[in-house]
């Protein structure tokens, strides 16, 4: 079939709406009618080449729609489901797998190295070329064709502008506070970076009963939203936030810091901010960026440090556990969505994402 997707050609160049032909879902497969999608701050890295990828390329990797067709041996799915896709389908039978540790499973590498399906095929092409699908999904489209794991069904009334998120940044951040840092009832946790990820590492850490719960960013926006969301304090970032995070919690330090923003400042921020046996959960590192003087820093002290994948996610779990939490109330995720585009706008939603604004921008279809 023929569908809209906006093709990604190269660095800085913006994104080139067309249109492409779509291969029908094979095996295991299921064709998705992709109704919102999210932009996050991966896309932007390619997009500004931050993060090498090959070309041509169809970006989006949070995104949520409808399912309008299932290949051959599809049991979980039918034609009708709303979706929210996921760029983490695991195997659910390899070595990691069986210990419920679904989030290092190696299968789902190749849609996150190659941007291909698990086999390293693709569905999506122009003129007889094949295009990739940034992390196996590219969401940037009108459909597209994911396999059946990467696609999880959620009940018919959360709106899908909102669900898109689930797939990328409420996961991570949620599970970053509560699954990779472990935050208990009575934590303190400081977050550094309340964007998409961070503000919802807040929420975690709320959800799972943290008493003080600091929020730090550089924008007053994001700080006041960090508020809404569950910051008992807010710190603007600069030189000084260890200080005044001590400050909060009796000199002591917080149990857990949430990095996010993955500079190398940030980065022993968060580690220099825990207490003693405390937890520094590394979630957005760049390249090359370390940790310095682990013996004083990290060893001396007995902290701990952990590196956050996908928020620790057993996704076909957690995200029926997140629509649960949004429909009682307890996770806020339209307050997420500061903005939204139309699909022929989707340049500006990046440019939106690229500019540090608000939490999200969601690109409806
Ligand atoms: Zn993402
Ligand atoms: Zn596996």
């Known amino acids: 079939m023929k569908t809209q997707a906006a093709l990604f050609d190269g660095p800085g160049k913006p994104l080139r709406l067309a249109e492409i032909d779509l ?7 299921v064709l998705v009618e992709v109704k ?10 390619v997009f500004t ?10 970006l989006g990797h949070e995104g949520a729609g409808i399912v309008s067709a299932v290949g051959p041996g599809v049991e979980s799915l039918s034609v009708g489901d709303h979706v929210v896709l996921t760029w983490l389908a695991s195997c659910g039978s ?5 210990r419920g540790d679904h989030h290092l499973c190696g299968r789902p590498r190749t849609m996150l190295g190659a941007h291909t399906m698990p086999d390293g095929s693709t569905r999506m092409s122009i003129d007889g070329e094949p295009l990739r699908q940034f992390c196996g999904l590219g969401t940037f489209a009108q459909h597209t064709v994911v396999p059946e794991g990467a696609a999880v069904k959620i009940p018919d009334e959360v709106p899908l502008t909102s669900a898109a998120l689930l797939g990328c940044g409420v996961l991570t951040g949620f599970g970053a506070s509560v699954k990779t840092g472990g935050v208990r009832v009575g934590d303190s946790v400081a977050v550094i970076g309340c964007g998409g990820v961070g503000l919802n590492a807040v929420q975690g850490a709320r959800v799972a009963g943290a008493t003080t719960i600091v929020a730090i960013d550089m924008h007053d926006e994001r700080l006041e939203l960090a508020r809404k969301l569950g910051a008992t304090d807010t ?6 936030v260890v200080k005044q995070v001590r400050a909060l ?16 400042e940030t980065v022993n921020q968060a580690v220099a901010m825990i207490r003693r046996g405390g937890d520094a959960v590394l979630v957005g590192a760049g390249p090359g960026v370390g940790v310095d003087d682990v013996l004083n820093n ?7 440090i952990h590196g956050c994948l996908y928020g620790s996610a057993r996704v076909k779990d957690d995200i029926p556990m997140l629509v649960d939490l949004y429909r009682s109330g ?14 022929t706008e989707i340049n500006a939603a990046v440019d939106y994402c690229s500019g540090e604004q608000g939490a999200r921008a969601v690109v409806e279809s």
């Open 330 to 343: 307890s996770l806020l995720i339209d307050q997420l969505v500061t903005e939204t585009f139309p699909f």
């Open 298 to 304: 990290v060893v001396m002290a007995g902290k701990n």
């Open 235 to 240: 710190v603007k970032a600069g030189p000084d």
């Open 94 to 98: 390899c070595f990691f797998c069986r």
């Open 249 to 264: 919690t009796s000199k002591r330090g917080v149990d857990v810091a949430v990095e996010v923003v993955g500079r190398q």
């Open 23 to 29: 291969a029908e879902p094979g095996p295991g497969e």
């Open 36 to 45: 919102a999608t999210g932009v996050c701050h991966s896309d932007v890295g």
């Open 49 to 58: 080449g931050k993060l090498p990828a090959p070309t041509p390329l169809v």
